[in-house]
């Protein structure tokens, strides 16, 4: 009895080996390397959890930027109430490189099962102070609400904004 009790406990600390959250050394691989490019299936097979782990290496100011326009992009996979608020929360409160990443992962992880929240942000970036910010979310918008585009041209000072929002 004794024996079947031991295989027990090794056999269930196996299984939640196996199925235990991932650990923050894994996702950080994940984003490292030269040639990178984003992987579904190896950020996917992490399993739960690993949204949370993407959104603190976000989050995280002492971590080169690279890594974290990275993990940003890779939250796009995991389109969660906790990741949407996360990735409106970096659109309206981050500088610009990490506002406009932030948007272009909202916009790829939530535009076709919330599309009117991420036409609520498009709109609050067209008054971004950043062109860039600002050119990434007009030609959002251009694709979504013709009305609000053209708006966004007339109000617009700088000339190479509305010739780089219309490309």
């Known amino acids: 009895m004794k024996y079947v009790y031991i295989i027990c406990v090794l056999f269930w600390n196996i299984i939640g080996i196996l199925v235990a959250a991932p650990e923050k050394a894994q996702v ?5 390397g ?9 950020f996917q097979s992490l ?11 976000s989050a ?15 939250l796009s996979l995991f389109p969660s109430e906790d990741t949407a608020v996360f990735l409106e929360s970096t ?8 506002a406009r990443r932030g948007f272009e992962a ?13 036409k609520n942000a498009a709109a609050r970036l067209l008054k971004h102070s950043n062109a ?6 007009a030609r959002f918008i251009r694709s979504v609400d013709a009305p609000r585009f ?18």
């Open 60 to 74: 995280d100011k002492s971590l080169i930027n690279y890594l974290r326009f990275r993990a940003l992009e890779a």
């Open 28 to 32: 950080m691989e994940l984003l490292e």
């Open 150 to 167: 053209k708006h966004f041209l007339k109000s617009e000072k700088n000339s190479w904004v509305r010739k780089a929002a219309q490309e």
């Open 47 to 57: 399993g739960e959890g690993t949204d949370r782990l993407l959104i603190e290496i």
């Open 106 to 118: 909202l916009r790829r992880g939530f535009f076709k099962t919330q599309p009117k929240r991420v």
């Open 132 to 137: 860039q910010v600002r050119i990434s979310a």
């Open 91 to 98: 659109v309206d409160n981050s500088f610009a490189p990490l």
């Open 34 to 42: 030269r040639h990178w490019s984003l992987d579904a299936e190896e």
